[in-house]
C-alpha cells in the first residue's frame, strides 16, 4: 500500500527556521516525483515545487524560488521542506504529494504538517 | 501564467446529479484529475485522467471533457459528497507539474 507520512504539527516563531518531511513506503521511492503544495487557511491549493529523488532534480514554482527548500535522502525514502526563516505568512498546511507514471497528475497525498507562525 | 477556473459553489439537493466544471485553453490537449477534500482533511484523487476512476472511489463519480472544460459528474450525491472539489492539469509550456483550479464547494442538503 502506497503511504505517504508526514512529520507532525510545528508552532514557531518568525525568523526561526524549520524543516518538515513526508516518508514514503509501498512503492519504489526513488522512481516517482514527490510534489509540496500549500493551503493557506480558507484558501485553495498552491503547487510550491518538486522533487525526483532518484536524482535529486528540483524544481520550484516562480512564488516559492528563493524561500523554501526542498530535498529528500532516497536511503530513507524521505523526502523534506525546509525554511531558513519563517515569517507570519508561512503559517499554512503543507501536503506532500506523489505524481504519477506519467507525472500528469497526483494520485497520492501525505496527511499534511500544519505550520504556525506566531511572536 | 495558465489558470483553471471553477465556480466557486454547486449546490444540490441528496439524489440530484451535481456537475462542477473546469475551464482551461490546454484542456483540449492535457489531462485533468479531481481531488476531494473534505474540511480538516487532505485532498484525495476521485478521477485522474480526464475520466478514469481509482479504486475505491465509488461509481457515481465520473469525469469528462471536452474542448477546454472539464466537468467532475455526481450522480445520485449523497451527503457524505459535500466537500471541496479542486480541478487540476498541466499548461502546454513542459513545466512538470500543473495547477489547481481555485476549488468549488459542493453543498448537500
Known amino acids: 500500500e502506497v503511504q505517504l507520512v508526514q512529520s507532525g504539527a510545528e508552532v514557531k516563531k518568525p525568523g526561526e527556521s524549520l524543516k518538515i518531511s513526508c516518508k514514503g513506503s509501498g512503492y519504489s521511492f526513488t522512481s516517482y516525483w514527490i510534489g509540496w503544495v500549500r493551503q493557506m487557511p480558507g484558501k485553495g491549493l498552491e503547487w510550491m515545487g518538486i522533487?525526483?529523488?532518484?536524482?535529486?532534480?528540483?524544481r520550484y514554482s516562480p512564488s516559492f524560488q528563493g524561500q523554501v527548500t526542498i530535498s529528500a535522502d532516497k536511503s530513507i525514502s524521505t523526502a523534506y521542506l525546509q525554511w531558513s526563516s519563517l515569517k507570519a505568512s508561512d503559517t499554512a498546511m503543507y501536503y506532500c504529494?506523489?505524481?504519477?507514471?506519467?507525472?500528469?497528475?497526483?494520485?497520492?497525498w501525505g496527511q499534511g504538517t500544519l505550520v504556525t507562525v506566531s511572536s | 501564467s495558465y489558470e483553471l477556473t471553477q465556480p466557486p459553489s454547486v449546490s444540490v439537493s441528496p439524489g440530484q446529479t451535481a456537475r462542477i466544471t473546469c475551464s482551461g485553453d490546454?484542456?483540449?490537449?492535457?489531462?485533468a484529475y479531481w481531488y476531494q477534500q473534505k474540511s480538516g482533511q487532505a485532498p484525495v484523487l476521485v478521477i485522474y485522467?480526464?475520466?478514469k476512476r481509482p479504486s475505491g472511489i465509488p461509481e457515481r463519480f465520473s469525469g469528462s471533457s471536452s474542448g477546454t472544460m472539464a466537468t467532475l459528474t455526481i450522480s445520485g450525491a449523497q451527503v457524505e459528497d459535500e466537500a471541496d472539489y479542486y480541478c487540476y492539469s498541466t499548461d502546454s509550456s513542459g513545466i512538470i507539474w500543473g495547477v489547481f483550479g481555485g476549488g468549488t464547494k459542493l453543498t448537500v442538503l
Open positions: 504529494a506523489r505524481l504519477d507514471e506519467a507525472a500528469a497528475g497526483t494520485d497520492y
Open positions: 490546454a484542456l483540449p490537449k492535457k489531462y
Open positions: 485522467e480526464d475520466s
Open positions: 522533487i525526483y529523488p532518484g536524482d535529486s532534480d528540483t
